[in-house]
């Protein structure tokens, strides 16, 4: 069986790492080094004891097709069906090594293919698009029980508030919720509360989100498995698929976070694309006794 939940490959020890506005990926490719348990991802993403990072993409070995095929992994070492700056810094890693070039390639992850373009590079730095696919905007979307929403579609919050939600499916699950302070003691408190809502067959990433002018939103991030990270391409997508589902034009929408702005352009038919930069950080490679410590 190959695929999303899958048995788990083993990685190489060789790494490198990149960010999307702050939110970093190590990328590993497959390798007979050390298998990728969830104590091996847990302690390489860790920032003090690790190399760190928001999660590992793994390169895998079959690229049958030309197609490149990668499984995705959380800090708290569950996989994941799929991170727009995670693939994103993945096409910088296939740049960089001479992999691909301007063209589109394809990457496989989750079961689902996208479509990638590297625009432009310089000085270790990316403009890098990928094509995320039709989203998908209501409680089937993102696994919820429906039942849980009362009849405007809202959800009781922690503290027995309603809660002004759009659940969006950006082939991961997304609860973007609007209207409240914009603080991040109110992300702590709705992010810990919706990602793992007992509504939610498969938890969900959470954003804090407002509308800021007629093509930009602002948004806070609560990523499942993760806690709050600067930025993230698919929670930025699913900002961009909401605003529109609520009366925002199609078409570009900038999406401001801690770390930076990344662009979602978002069809009436919601095909979404989105777009950013990426930044080199390191390369580097696991120590041999660090990799023995962790089962390899």
Known sequence: M?????ERPSLAASFYKAHGLGNDYLVFEEGGDLPASPEAVSATCERLRGPGGDGIVVLLADRSGGVFRLRMFNPDGGEFERSGN??????????????VGD??????????????TVHA???GTYDISVDMGAAEVGPAAVAMDASALDGDGRLEGPDGEALDLVPVGVGNPHMVVWGEPMTDERLAEVGRFLTAHPSLANGS?????????????????WERGVGPTTASGTSS???AVAAVSRGMAPGPVHIDMVGGTLTATVSAERQVVLRGPVEEVMTGVLAADFVRRLGG
Request: glycine fraction near 12%; proline fraction near 2%.
């Open 2 to 6: 190959t695929g999303l939940w899958a």
């Open 86 to 99: 995670g693939l994103r810094v993945l096409g910088s890693y296939l740049h960089r090594e001479g992999h």
């Open 121 to 123: 590079h310089s000085a």
């Open 237 to 239: 997508c699913a900002v």
């Open 103 to 116: 063209e589109p390639f394809t990457i496989e992850v989750g079961g689902d293919r996208v479509a990638m």
């Open 205 to 221: 990433n959470v954003q804090l989100a407002e509308v800021s002018g007629s093509d930009r939103c602002r948004a806070l991030i």
